[in-house]
């Protein structure tokens, strides 16, 4: 049984390095295959010939994105700038279950609630990394929301069309706001609506300064007004939430970080016992499952509504 699970690790491994492999290669295949429609038969050739490796990868991955599951994955991982298709994804998230479980089974005395608990921390771990992404970029985003409004008023002023401008962002900004821009311009090089694809740009960053900007755009091109004008203003009010929420996120970094200390210290110290001696939690079965699954109830009831507290008092509207 030991050897099977070993075996069967090697081989979600390689599977992860193949998927790593497929996404750090996606983004040029996407790109020839797009430039395949404007070359000769020969380079449309190798395109077709490179898109075959692929074929399983795209075949699941626009099966699974019909679904509102799929949708979803695809749409945090656009939001995290993650270069993974749907299924790698998902492949990605079976090895790492299957991996934690495995170390787990191992150092957890090969007992199979060891091999449980490893499961589910393999299964969270991947999209703890992907709302960590998010978050980062989300906030550097925001960070850079103002310099970017300077800079298409500047351009507006001088006489630059609303496209100009942004695509004067996508060249002079650093990442990732000059990513999401560049993306802007190249859809509406490629005939897209300018409301359509500064849609599908809050769609991809959830932020609320960005809705004010990409409300002002909207407004502007269809009663028409002096754009440069609102987006000063709007960048004059970005920047001051900007400053006000960084003194709030100062002053409130104690609450959060010690309501997030405090409610994962039990489960820390489950986990290490439970690693260490799990007879000695088993023992609160003794007087029956009933009474042990109340105790749980009782203290998961008390530490999620103590960190809910904690963090709805951290919790500052600006």
């Known amino acids: 049984m030991a050897w099977i699970i070993v075996i069967g690790g090697i081989i979600l491994i390689i599977l992860l390095i193949i998927g790593v492999v497929i996404s750090s290669n996606s983004d040029r295949a996407l790109v020839e295959e797009r430039l395949s429609q404007y070359i000769d038969d020969g380079g449309k050739k190798d395109v077709d010939n490179e898109a075959q490796k692929y074929v399983l990868t795209n075949w699941v991955s626009k099966r699974v994105e019909k679904t509102s599951l799929g949708d979803g994955i695809a749409k945090q991982l656009a939001r995290a700038d993650l270069k993974l298709k749907v299924a790698e994804y998902l492949v990605v998230i079976v090895a790492s279950v299957f991996i934690f479980a495995l170390f787990a089974w191992f150092f957890g005395n090969r007992h199979p609630i060891s091999a449980m608990i490893g499961a589910v921390i393999g299964l969270l771990a991947p999209r703890f990394y992907v709302k960590g992404q998010q978050r980062k970029r ?19 002023r001088a006489g630059y069309s609303t496209m100009q401008a942004m695509e004067a962002v996508s060249k002079e900004l650093p990442s990732p706001i000059n990513d999401e821009f560049k993306r802007v311009v190249q859809e509406m090089q490629i005939g897209i609506p300018m409301e359509k694809a500064l849609d599908n ?4 960053i959830p932020s609320d300064d960005l809705d004010f900007v990409v ?26 939430r900007v400053r006000i929420k960084g003194e709030v996120r100062v002053l409130t970094a104690q609450v959060r970080t010690s309501g997030t200390v405090l409610s994962l210290i039990p489960f820390f110290l489950t986990l290490i016992l439970w690693f260490l001696n799990p007879e000695y939690l088993l023992s609160v079965t003794d007087r029956g499952m009933l009474i042990a699954g109340l105790i749980i109830c009782c203290v998961l009831s008390l530490i999620f509504s103590g960190y809910f507290v904690m963090m709805r008092i951290a919790a500052i509207e600006v």
């Open 201 to 204: 740009l809050l769609r991809r």
């Open 215 to 240: 409300t002002a755009i909207n407004v502007q091109r269809e009663v028409g007004g002096n754009l440069s004008e609102i987006l000063d203003n709007i960048s004059f009010t970005i920047r001051e």
């Open 138 to 156: 989300l906030q550097k985003f925001n960070d850079q929301l103002p310099d970017m409004l300077n800079l298409m008023v500047n351009g507006l």
